[in-house]
């Protein structure tokens, strides 16, 4: 079935570091794939999103490519700030499949120290 | 524009009583509503969905339920709480649209005890 493999956390960076959240996916149709984030005690919000192959959502500095190739949507910041500290998620929505839900990766930890 | 409410923002229950979490959208119509739970130190695991008034559909087999019963309103429900209900429960909804991603809200912290 459908799935998002996403790197483990903690991930923790000094503040202007760059950084990479590796995300890979499994689908068998035409998946939409999505970067959420979630600040300490609240819900979690879009970052960006990309529909088709070779789109690049970006937002607030962050940056992900839909590589078909790969099966990769990894997020990318090139200076962090202590701001960034949340959980990210990695997600995917697969119109063309069997399932037509938004299924999650596991989260991964960001920690940006000063 | 459209906003989500979810409550309480947290809840400590003991074991065997009930449950009740509300969660309501304002802006839209027609919503597609979720609810998922949080567990500590993993992703988030799809619990119900609805598709429109008196529609649940549930993903996985647990102690919960939800209903929905106006279009706006989505329940999460349970009659007796088990320890491995603790969590952290977030509602959702999106619009009908191809590729609209999802609106959560802030959560609710269920501890039992």
């Known amino acids: 079935g459908d799935s998002v493999t996403q790197m483990e956390g903690p991930v923790t960076l000094s503040e202007e570091a760059f950084l990479t959240i590796n995300c890979t996916y499994t689908?068998?149709?035409?998946?939409?794939l999505f970067w959420y984030v979630q600040y300490p005690g609240e819900g979690l919000q879009l970052l960006l999103k990309?529909?088709?192959?070779?789109d690049k959502g970006s937002n607030k500095g962050f940056e992900a490519t839909y590589r078909k190739e790969t099966t990769s949507f990894h997020l990318e910041k090139g200076s962090v700030q202590v701001s960034d500290s949340a959980v990210y998620f990695c997600?995917?929505?697969?119109?063309?499949?069997?399932?037509?839900?938004?299924?999650f990766g596991t989260g991964t930890l960001l920690a940006v120290q000063p | 524009s459209q906003t989500i409410h979810q409550w309480p923002a947290t809840l400590v229950q003991p074991v065997g009583s009930p449950l009740s979490l509300e969660c309501t959208v304002e802006?839209?119509?027609?919503?597609?509503l979720y609810w998922y739970r949080q567990a500590a130190g993993r992703g988030l695991q799809l619990l119900f969905y609805?598709?429109?008034?008196?529609?649940i559909s549930s993903e996985v087999p647990q102690n919960l339920s939800a209903s929905r019963p106006q279009d706006r309103q989505f329940i999460l429900s349970s009659k007796k709480l088990l320890l491995s209900d603790s969590g952290f429960y977030l509602c959702?909804?999106?619009?009908?649209?191809?590729?609209?991603?999802?609106?959560f809200g802030n959560g609710t912290r269920l501890t039992v005890t």
């Open positions: 997600a995917l929505k697969d119109y063309g499949g069997a399932t037509n839900k938004l299924i």
């Open positions: 609805s598709v429109g008034i008196g529609q």
């Open positions: 802006g839209t119509s027609n919503p597609n």
């Open positions: 959702a909804w999106r619009s009908r649209e191809i590729s609209s991603p999802l609106h």
């Open positions: 990309a529909t088709k192959a070779d």
């Open positions: 689908a068998t149709g035409y998946p939409s």
